[in-house]
């Protein structure tokens, strides 16, 4: 008999997206730091891998003004995660950081200092940028092409892998006898002279209690699956039934040989949501009313807008689609989101096809239909016996879930799926190490 | 003047003496964890102190393998020991010279959030070529261009705090609106160095504007302090210097429109405590004796009673608002000031009690500062 393979559970703090439903009674301060102690001491309960958050550098808009549908704001990704290490002790830290506002020296410092001071619970996702947008918020602007991003991402990742792993591991002796702090030569001078970067100088920090912080990465276009399977050590992929996630799965595990790596140094974890209830029936209806929270009428008109590109407040949430096209001139109604490269005009002429077929959906129900994310829903029974379905069946190795409420979102599951998924065999029943590279079972990187 | 005796605590490694880390109660092996940190705010809390000074900078370690070349990020150890250690401001020092305003602001409006309002931060330039060559951006520059820029910067990070008025998350279901996008502003900074847009993607923190601390002492940082810092920290040789220093800011201050009784102005002090003054001279001596360190400025190596006067006379002639004591070693030099000094300025009334749940702009007498975009239209 083989042995159960382990789930993999990070929490996403709910933040901005319409995916967090804010209207609810029971929505509490997206900023607060009680909100953050709150979601990262459940996860810690639950025994999750690691806390994610997301980040965006500029305010989103919409048609020239600043989305106001949507929750908006958020605190700086690596000082609140170095305060919920204060409030935690074995849950993971993992935080998005761009890679193209900010700079190699830098990062690997903060990065290596919220490693050290978490005591080896630090992850970084990285993500790639190149747009204007956001730069007019940064000393540079606008500055790369969108080709580059995937190898100013390399290159800023291989320059703080040099500075991390620079110090020999047994650098500090701290021998008071002799007078000696470090040994000498242990702490050499990095220059790195590439493309991107040109620096030179000694870094501040030994290897930290991970050799490095873990490394994160979610693109899924070629180019980045690729840097994926040559870097990182989890993937959040959006592949969220079980024959995507699992073709998702074959694919990006077969380009690790080609960079010398097994399957099991990278963890895949598909995002998903979830519903629960003691019936099926309950969870269905809990479901529908999330749903229907997360795509109000405004935010309904507002993703329509984003496909016709054009102005469409006129238009009733509860009626047909729109017969004008859309504008083929007007594809950047949305800035600062996510952009997925479809052609408007067969978006739109899919939409009315569904629309007609489901019987003739509303705008507001077409939405809800067209925009739902893989869920699991059901009762904790039930829900635990799809997830472990998934990882049994390598369409993943565990998940990232993202409840739609703060701070209460993950509270249910931790105290009934939890047990459920420990039932079955099939996740921790206490965390056996101190670090996140010890949770997701990886070796410690070497220079 | 009736207010209170500012007192400040600087921590940094094993203390502001290269050889520190020697002592038999040094803690050289902790130096990277959060405990020794935690427990070094913990003592700074004790004392009673305003505020943590937590040092910070670009430069590279030196290559010496008898010296400490650690560092930690400044913000990150501040954030670390904020939820955990309440009842002291937390001051760290962030670079301005190459880093980006945007993230700055960010970052230190969250350490006030996860603090509850106790946060304040020290910018400083970088001026060394192999500052510069760690960026490796753009070259080191003269310092009046360095603070030309540092100015730059402290206005669009305190410009991105008011980006959002208090009031700007509605939550308003009829109109399915979370936020009000008037109460949203852009900045639209541009000057000589950079531009920025905003709004912050961080809202406004409790305190709106955290602590702006510049040290005062070279003249094109003075004019940055006089017209910006809401606390200046000054370094002298002696209670004299100190007076005209302390003369010298103030004048600057009401040169540049302000009130000189409203900026605080901090001497820094060096200390190193002791039973009496001949055993806290020995322990000088024997860390000297490794490596010698000259002073950068008053230093007291003496015993608490003693700094506890030189406090007082600083204060009562006019030399200083109050200290920012940096101990030579830790953390026997915090917990000193704990437990000796701290009990000392009290009984001579110098130390007025802090309400509890106050914020660092609280201490400094500062009120929470309106909102300039208030009532403007994006």
Not at chain 2, 1 to 13: D, I, P, Q
Not at chain 2, 78 to 92: F, T
Request: net charge negative; proline share 7%.
């Amino acid at each position: 008999m083989t042995a159960t393979k382990q789930i993999h559970l990070a929490a996403h703090f709910p933040g901005v997206n319409n995916t967090t439903v804010w209207s609810d009674p029971e929505s509490g301060s997206q900023t607060d730091f009680a909100s953050f102690v709150h979601f990262a001491q459940t996860a810690e309960r639950g025994l999750f891998d690691f806390l994610f958050l997301a980040e965006g550098l500029r305010l989103r808009e919409h048609r020239g003004r600043i989305h106001d549908l949507d929750v908006v704001g958020r605190p700086d990704t690596l000082t609140v995660l170095n305060a919920i290490a204060a409030v935690t002790t074995h849950l993971g830290l993992g935080g998005t950081l761009n890679t193209t506002f900010n700079e190699p020296y830098e990062l690997a410092k903060q990065l290596a200092s919220l490693d050290h001071l978490s005591g080896g619970r630090a992850a970084w996702n990285l993500v790639t940028s190149s747009d204007a947008f956001t730069g007019e918020n940064f000393r540079r602007g606008g500055f790369l092409a969108p080709e580059q991003r995937y190898d100013r991402a390399q290159e800023i990742l291989d320059a703080t892998r040099e500075l991390w792993l620079s110090w020999a591991e047994d650098a500090v002796v701290a021998d008071r006898e002799r007078g000696v702090f470090v040994r000498d030569g242990a702490v050499p001078v990095v220059e790195h002279r590439g493309e991107q970067f040109s620096f030179s100088g000694r870094f501040s920090l030994p290897p930290t209690p991970q050799g490095h912080p873990v490394l994160i990465q979610s693109g899924d276009s070629d180019a980045g699956r690729e840097f994926g399977a040559r870097t990182a050590d989890a993937i959040f992929s959006r592949h969220g039934t079980l024959e995507a996630g699992q073709a998702f799965y074959r694919d990006l595990k077969g380009r690790l040989p080609r960079y010398g790596r097994a399957e099991r140094d990278v963890t895949i974890l598909p995002a998903t949501t979830f519903a629960l209830g003691d019936t099926a029936e309950d969870a269905e209806e809990v479901a529908d009313r999330v749903r229907r929270a997360q795509v109000s009428p405004q935010t309904a008109i507002a993703f329509l807008e984003q496909v016709w590109g054009r102005d469409l407040s006129a238009y009733d949430p509860d009626g047909p689609l729109p017969d004008v096209d859309p504008d083929p001139d007007g594809t950047s109604i949305t800035r600062g989101r996510v952009r997925h490269e479809k052609d408007p005009a067969a978006v739109a002429r899919q939409w009315r096809e569904l629309a007609e077929a489901k019987g003739g959906l509303s705008i507001r129900e077409l939405i809800i239909e067209t925009t739902a994310r893989q869920s699991f829903v059901g009762t904790p029974r039930q829900v635990a016996e799809q997830m472990d379905t998934y990882v049994q069946e390598n369409a993943c190795d565990g998940f990232i879930l993202i409840p739609h409420l703060v701070p209460g979102g993950l509270d249910e599951f931790v105290e009934k799926v939890v047990p459920e998924l420990q039932d079955r065999g099939s996740f921790r029943t206490e965390y056996t190490g101190p670090t996140l590279r010890h949770h997701l079972g990886l070796a410690r990187p070497r220079a | 003047m009736g207010r209170s005796t500012y007192l400040a605590v600087e921590v940094s490694g094993a203390g502001r003496h290269p050889a520190a880390w020697l002592r038999p109660d040094a803690q050289p092996d902790a130096l990277l964890t959060a405990p020794y940190h935690v427990g070094l705010a913990r003592l700074a809390a004790r004392a009673g102190a305003d505020f943590l000074a937590v040092p910070d900078s670009l430069a590279p370690p030196s290559a010496d393998p008898r010296l400490v070349p650690l560092r930690l990020d400044a913000v990150a150890i501040a954030a670390r020991v904020a939820p955990v250690v309440p009842g002291v401001g937390l001051v760290p020092t962030v670079t301005v010279t190459h880093t980006e305003p945007f993230h700055v602001s960010k970052a230190i409006a969250t350490l006030d959030l996860v603090s509850s309002g106790r946060a304040g931060w020290e910018p400083v330039v970088s001026r060394t070529a192999a500052e510069a060559e760690l960026f490796g951006r753009k070259p080191a520059a003269p310092p009046a261009e360095l603070w030309r820029e540092a100015v730059e910067v402290v206005d669009v990070v305190v410009a991105l705090w008011d980006s959002w008025e208090d009031d700007a998350v509605i939550r308003d279901v009829a109109t399915g609106r979370y936020v009000d996008r008037d109460k949203l502003h852009y900045i639209d900074f541009s000057g000589e160095f950079f531009s920025v847009k905003g709004p912050s993607i961080t809202p406004r923190s409790p305190q709106a504007h955290p602590l702006v601390v510049v040290r005062g002492d070279e003249p094109e940082a003075l004019a940055v302090a006089a017209a910006r810092a809401d606390v200046v920290r000054v370094a002298a040789a002696d209670l004299a210097t100190a007076h005209t220093a302390r003369e010298r800011v103030r004048a600057a201050v009401a040169a540049a429109g302000r009130d000189p009784d409203a900026v605080a102005v901090l001497l820094d002090v060096e200390v190193l405590l002791g039973a009496d003054a001949g055993s806290a001279r020995r322990e000088l001596d024997a860390l000297d004796a490794h490596r010698e360190l000259a002073p950068s400025s008053l230093r007291v190596v003496d015993t608490a009673a003693t700094l506890v006067d030189v406090i007082t006379d600083a204060v009562a002639g006019g030399a200083a608002d109050g200290v920012t004591a940096v101990p030579l070693a830790l953390p026997s030099g915090v917990r000193a000031i704990a437990a000796d000094v701290a009990p000392r300025l009290a009984d001579r009334g110098l130390r007025t009690p802090v309400a509890p749940g106050a914020t660092l702009r609280d201490r400094f007498g500062l009120a929470r500062p309106a909102n300039r975009f208030e009532g403007a239209r994006a």
